[in-house]
């Protein structure tokens, strides 16, 4: 706990550019105050192979990252959470020609119950 996962429609993010990008990540949502133990955070992005928006014909593509952490933050933590991913992702997204580009962020909690987490 926690996890981010950024997905995304192929040729947004450049392939040798993806670990600077997670370390982005990482450091604007540890920075946010609200994860304890940066080891804690654990990220990872995904082209996906096939996407679609819409049905119309048109280049479009899409950015979504779900940050998922357990019960205990405020509404307002969440949202900085979110806002701090985005942040990234406007920073080093790119924007083909031509192509709409949508972005959407959303932090989920985990059930704690449920969730086991140990080290191995």
Same mark, same amino acid.
């Given at each position: 706990?926690?996890?981010?996962?950024?997905?995304?429609?192929?040729?947004? #993010?450049?392939? @040798?550019?993806?670990?600077?990008?997670?370390?982005? #990540?990482?450091? *604007?949502?540890?920075?946010?105050?609200?994860?304890?133990?940066?080891? @804690?955070?654990?990220?990872?992005?995904?082209? !996906?192979? *096939?996407?679609?928006?819409?049905? $119309?014909?048109?280049?479009?593509? #899409?950015?979504? *990252? =779900? !940050? /998922? +952490?357990?019960?205990?933050?405020?509404? *307002?933590?969440?949202?900085?959470?979110?806002?701090?991913?985005? =942040?990234?992702?406007?920073?080093?997204?790119? /924007?083909?020609?031509?192509?709409?580009? =949508?972005?959407?962020? $959303? +932090?989920?909690?985990?059930?704690?119950?449920?969730?086991?987490? $140990?080290?191995?």
């Amino acid at each position: 706990m926690p996890h981010l996962t950024v997905e995304y429609t192929p040729g947004l #993010f450049a392939a @040798d550019d993806l670990e600077q990008t997670l370390l982005e #990540f990482n450091a *604007a949502v540890i920075g946010s105050g609200s994860i304890q133990k940066e080891l @804690d955070l654990k990220s990872r992005m995904i082209a !996906l192979d *096939a996407t679609r928006v819409g049905t $119309e014909a048109g280049l479009r593509g #899409f950015v979504y *990252a =779900q !940050l /998922r +952490v357990l019960p205990g933050r405020t509404p *307002a933590m969440r949202a900085d959470l979110s806002e701090r991913i985005a =942040q990234v992702i406007r920073a080093r997204c790119a /924007r083909p020609a031509g192509m709409t580009v =949508q972005l959407s962020v $959303e +932090v989920v909690e985990m059930e704690r119950e449920s969730y086991v987490k $140990e080290v191995l």
